[in-house]
């Protein structure tokens, strides 16, 4: 799976779990200050990407995600 | 020669005859809990999904709520006192540590000598107890049992915990169980995470607390898989079910309980109880409440199968399939 496999993935749970369209998930963007997801978002776009992906991402790597980008990286290096 | 020990000739199955509950009058909105704590009705709103939730009176006991909401499922089912057997009431918020409370909602209701005993599977305790209920009448034990979720959770919120004193509220709901030729409650899937002991309990001043986030975590992502195995035991296919009830403990999950079911089968006009936007989080009483509620409102109907699933603290949970009284 590419990254960019990784960042539309990602792109349509977001959506799913925050209502931000797809097209808007790129990986220069913050997920709080650019896309406006909060902390309970953030587990549940976490929880999605785990069954998706198959990778695991506790909450406190999870804090370290600040941008799309961010999360695409830690997903491609521990699926 | 030993003496053999006999069971009794088991009944087929069970059925919820009827259904009640019990609101307290006092309304408390979140401009009401912003007047003394730092919050707002957006923040309340957009977080846990609560508008407003019924704080229960002084006087008004976990046993009191319980009877209020027990007497009006036994109207519901046309049953009188003295034909149940058996109370079992859910709550985490007894009044007493001793004695239970089930024994006090007898003797209100005029139920004569039941079998009767409490359970505190907290969030959870509906489910476990009508489970309960449901194995007492098939093993022929019991007839027919009065089944009460009630809970007054502000007796051990901390009012200046603007984290958990918006979530909660007070209140009771009921079922009547009795024997069916058919069974119309399904198999429990019960189950437990026991590596989160302390994820939800109490602190050393007696005030509740929960880890936000890892609940969050676990609620969002371990409930759907118990629902889903609810529906299985029971040989019921997802697109079948009616109305989901769930543990009423933050929109949010349960919006996202409800979309993992829908992606696993269950239609997407499926009718979720969302009771929490207008009573808070009442823990074991709020998916009788919820429920009951539907069925006030015409959204649940006699004869629709309802797919309930409770979790909360300990952590624990129970889920089982049942047909709408």
Redesign the interface.
């Known amino acids: 799976m590419s990254n960019e496999d990784i960042l539309a993935g990602l792109g349509e749970i977001v959506e799913e779990v925050a209502g931000v369209t797809a097209a808007d998930v790129t990986a220069d963007k913050s997920f709080t200050d650019d896309l406006d997801i909060d902390s309970l978002s953030m587990v549940e776009i976490a929880v999605q990407a785990e069954d998706k992906f198959g990778v695991k991402i506790p909450d406190d790597e999870l804090a370290n995600l600040k941008t799309v980008g961010d999360a695409v990286a830690y997903i491609e290096r521990n699926k | 020669m030993t003496a053999v020990i006999h069971t009794l000739p088991a009944v087929p199955g069970s059925r919820i005859a009827g259904m009640g509950h019990y609101r307290p009058e006092r309304v408390v909105t979140n401009d009401d809990l912003a007047k003394t704590m730092d919050t707002n009705d957006e923040w309340i709103r957009?977080?846990v999904g609560i508008a407003e939730r019924r704080f229960a009176a002084a006087d008004e006991t976990v046993a009191s709520m319980g009877a209020l909401a027990g007497g009006k499922a036994l109207a519901d089912a046309g049953i009188t006192p003295d034909q149940v057997d058996t109370v079992i009431t859910a709550t985490c918020t007894a009044d007493f540590q001793i004695p239970h409370t089930s024994t006090t909602i007898a003797a209100t209701l005029g139920i004569h000598a039941p079998g009767s005993f409490d359970v505190n599977a907290a969030c959870a305790g509906f489910c476990y107890a009508l489970a309960a209920a449901d194995q007492a009448i098939r093993t022929g034990n019991s007839r027919t049992v009065l089944v009460v979720g009630s809970e007054k959770l502000t007796r051990w919120i901390n009012p200046t915990d603007r984290g958990n004193a918006i979530i909660f509220g007070d209140g009771a709901g009921a079922a009547v169980v009795t024997a069916a030729d058919r069974p119309e409650i399904g198999p429990v899937a019960w189950g437990s995470d026991e590596t989160q002991t302390r994820a939800i309990g109490t602190t050393d001043a007696g005030w509740i607390y929960q880890e936000g986030?890892?609940v969050?975590?676990w609620a969002?992502?371990a409930i759907a898989p118990v629902a889903i195995r609810a529906a299985a035991a029971a040989g019921v296919d997802l697109a079948d079910i009616d109305v989901i009830a769930t543990h009423q403990a933050n929109l949010?999950i349960i919006e996202?309980i409800a979309?993992k079911l829908i992606s696993a089968g269950v239609r997407p006009d499926v009718r979720l109880s969302r009771d929490i936007v207008t009573t808070g989080n009442t823990s074991s009483a709020s998916i009788p409440i919820g429920l009951d509620r539907m069925r006030e409102a015409g959204e649940a109907r006699s004869g629709d199968l309802v797919l309930a699933v409770g979790f909360g603290a300990g952590l624990t949970f129970a889920g089982q399939v049942f047909r709408c009284p």
Do not use: K, N, W
Request: net charge positive.
């Open positions: 957009t977080r986030q890892a969050f975590r969002t992502s949010r996202a979309r």
